[in-house]
């Protein structure tokens, strides 16, 4: 007992004579003495010149250096200074092998950092250069030390205690001479107190950021409370509020504010983390959150939940100080809102009660991202759309179709200035693995009403397919499925529809404008094309569209009053009627157009009409919009009854020739017309009749004659016969 007391004293003096010899060693040196040896120091070992204006001094209790009025110049600029440092260390929890930093002070840091025109850092020169054997050696002995270091911490948990931190008044320039870009850090403060591993401690922190390109400025403050463990293996972050305003070129000079608040942790040995009560927002959008991570690696696993409160788009863009969106609708894009439930196992993000609002449409759903292949699926199911209420307002909308009709008229100008672009990201799409199933009650696009719209499409390894597109239109119903093979540089294009009695005349006037026809419309359509561009997929397109019409009528067109002229011009006679109407009747019309690329080539045009039959061929060029169509309507009964239209033997079966040509949208109404040049078919087929009837007649005639003879001769016989039969 007695040597372990013995010991116990003598390390106790050992500490007192140490404690002493630091006290006097302190009372007695001066370090301001020591200036010119510590600059020539610096300037020897770096490239900086070191200016030490101010005192320097120091304390015992607690055990503290103060450095004041230090600058370091680099080639005779200034490149770092500072007003004041101060740094004390509890003297006793040395002592008690268990430090703990009393007060850290850093006050007016001002850092210039410059990158010249040749993209070299000054920072890049403050050591001198080495020969490349001292700086491998160096570098082995640094990563030796450093792995020394890592051993003999063998995992031990960290005891840092830090009683108070300030950073005032610093700030930071950096400037790129390469780019004209310039960055400023200024009024950078940070108050930290009580900092202990293993407990809370409050941090504040102010800062103002700017830059030249382009002209932007933060004012920047963030309030918290942060804790880690020992092991520095578990953070967390409560009572988060951070505020940022901002402006500049980026928000056409307005101010806007972003926020951000909520609590956070993480804990790097689970690997796990969670975000508690966290909102975002930005101008009027605004993001709630509540999520777990499990996993930190390539397959982690969520839960939570993520909404965006209710907002005005338009509302934003002009808080941003962006550009408005114009719409036929004003009162759109002024209600939107998000909301979901995240979950799914490891790897997998699974979306559940998707909830999306755009104004008064709603959409809901679900939908998974596969991390593992990037595969998405979705499932989305709307109530009602007017997409023509967020189409841009008509005045708009027609500059920008004349701007697209002169560029079409003039290719080769506008191939010269404008080169046409491809329509798909291939690359993109050969990446997609998609499933995805779209319904929508309603449907308003182009002034067109579809109800009942389901839509499913697939994608993968480049081979897209729309295994159904399909809804119910006009009284009508119509189906489709299309197929993009983007596994080439030059996409194929697959396209089968299925139209069955939609109704032509509501779906044109609302489509277009155009009361043309009328009816009950069934299509088949089966066409090919490729290619990436829209050029080359109308000149490379193949395929074939078959139609029927059930009971319609042909509108602002009377191919009666058409035929009648031709008819009373074969009886040389004039009509009398004035009011013919504006329709035509028909009972049937069918045919088939063969697509060859901007043209579809029609032979077998066949319509049933009252006491005619319309025959005719023709072409239609899609991108002209042109018609080019010869009609024949062949007189197969009574046809009117104007008088000058009277039927008679040898107009029956004539062909009435009518001629449609011109640009169908532009006036509709007047594309058809009597056409005369080939009329003389007609009055040759007629005189052919007329010739035959002639020819009938006096057969007739000679038959009538001869029969009569006969009968004559009979009667004379048979007469004489019977007077001697009396007598």
């Known amino acids: ?44 070992a770096t490239n900086l010149d070191l200016v030490l204006e101010g005192d320097i001094g120091w304390s015992f209790i607690p055990l503290g250096l ?47 950092l410059v990158v010249n025109e040749q993209g070299e850092g000054n920072w890049t020169r403050i050591m001198p250069e080495k020969t490349e054997g001292a700086a491998s050696e160096q570098t082995a002995g640094a990563q030796d030390e450093q792995a020394q270091d890592v051993q003999q911490a063998g995992g031990e948990p960290l005891n840092f205690n830090v009683e108070n931190v300030q950073i005032g008044n610093a700030q930071v320039r950096y400037t790129d001479q390469s780019t004209g870009q310039s960055v400023t850090l200024e009024n950078f403060t940070v108050n930290a107190s009580s900092i202990t591993l293993g407990s809370e401690f409050p941090l504040e922190i102010g800062f103002r950021v700017a830059t030249a390109k382009p002209a ?26 951070a505020v940022f305003d901002m402006t500049g070129e980026p928000f056409g000079g307005k101010s806007v504010t972003a926020e951000l608040g909520g609590s956070a942790s993480a804990n790097l040995e689970n690997e796990t983390a969670s975000l508690s009560g966290f909102s975002a927002s930005l101008a009027n959008l605004s993001l709630n959150t509540d999520l777990e991570v499990k996993g930190f690696g390539d397959s982690p696993a969520l839960n939570g939940k993520v909404s965006i409160a209710e907002f005005s788009l338009k509302k934003l863009l002009d808080n941003l ?8 609708d004003p009162d759109v894009l002024k209600a939107i809102a998000f909301s979901t439930g995240i979950g799914g196992p490891a790897g997998k993000v699974e979306l559940s009660d998707l909830n999306i609002r755009l104004d008064e449409t709603t959409f809901k759903g679900s939908g998974s991202y596969s991390l593992a292949n990037s595969g998405i699926v979705f499932n989305l199911q709307g109530d009602k759309l007017n997409a023509d209420r967020y189409l841009p ?21 506008a191939t010269g ?85 939609v109704q032509t005349l509501p779906l044109l006037t609302d489509l277009a404008e155009l009361e043309m026809l009328s009816g009950g419309a069934n299509l088949k359509v089966n066409a090919t094309t490729t290619g990436n561009r829209i050029s080359a997929l109308r000149s ?104 000058a239209c009277r039927v008679t033997e040898y107009v029956k079966n004539a062909v009435i020739p009518v001629e449609c040509r011109g640009n169908f949208s532009e006036n509709p109404g007047g594309l058809c017309s009597f056409d005369g040049s080939r009329f003389r078919d007609t009055l040759k087929t007629i005189a052919e009749n007329a010739a035959k009837a002639k020819v009938k007649e006096e057969v007739d005639k000679a038959k009538a004659k001869a029969e009569e003879k006969v009968q004559e001769k009979i009667q004379e016989k048979v007469g004489d016969k019977l007077k001697g039969l009396f007598n």
């Open 540 to 643: 490379n397109a193949d395929g074939q569209i078959t139609f029927n019409l059930a009971k319609g009528e042909f509108r602002q067109m009377n191919l009666t009053r058409m035929a009648c002229q031709g008819i009373a011009l074969a009886n040389q006679d004039q009509l009398t009627t004035s009011d013919w109407g504006t329709t035509t009747p028909f009972n049937d019309m069918s045919g088939t157009l063969e697509i060859n690329g901007n043209t579809l080539n029609n032979t077998n045009l066949v319509a049933a009409l009252a006491g005619m039959r319309l025959e005719g061929n023709g072409t239609v060029d899609m991108a002209q919009s042109m018609l080019d169509y010869e009609l024949g309507l062949r007189v197969v009964g009574e046809i009117h009854r104007d008088n």
């Open 417 to 501: 200035s404008s080169p046409e672009s491809d329509l798909l990201p291939l690359e993109t799409l050969r990446s997609l693995l998609l499933d995805v199933d779209f319904g929508l009650g309603q449907l308003i696009v182009s002034n067109l009403t579809i109800n009942e719209i389901k839509a499913s499409t697939t994608a993968k390894d480049g081979l897209l397919k729309m295994d159904e597109f399909s809804g119910k239109l006009y009284e009508g119903s119509f189906g489709a499925n299309v197929t993009l093979d983007a596994r080439s540089d030059n996409p194929k294009w697959a396209v089968n529809s299925d139209v069955s009695n």
């Open 66 to 112: 103060e450095l004041n009025a230090v600058e370091a110049n680099l080639d005779g600029e200034r490149f770092v200074a500072l007003e004041q440092l101060v740094a004390q260390v509890d003297f006793w929890s040395l002592i008690a092998m268990s430090p703990r930093v009393n007060t850290f002070v850093l006050n007016g840091l001002d850092a210039r």
């Open 393 to 413: 307002p008509e005045a708009e909308a027609e500059a920008a179709s004349g701007g697209n009709e002169t560029a079409s008229s003039g290719t080769s100008q």
């Open 321 to 328: 100080g962006q550009p408005a969106v114009e719409t036929r």
């Open 216 to 241: 932007l400025e933060v004012d920047g403050s963030i309030s918290a409370r942060l804790a880690a463990n020992e092991a520095l293996n578990q953070f967390a972050v409560s009572g988060l509020k």
């Open 1 to 44: 007992m007695k040597a372990v007391r013995y010991v116990l004293i003598a390390i106790v003096a050992l500490i007192v004579l140490a404690v002493a010899a630091v006290a006097i060693a302190m009372a007695v040196i001066n370090p301001n003495d020591y200036k010119p040896q510590i600059e020539k120091a610096v300037e020897d």
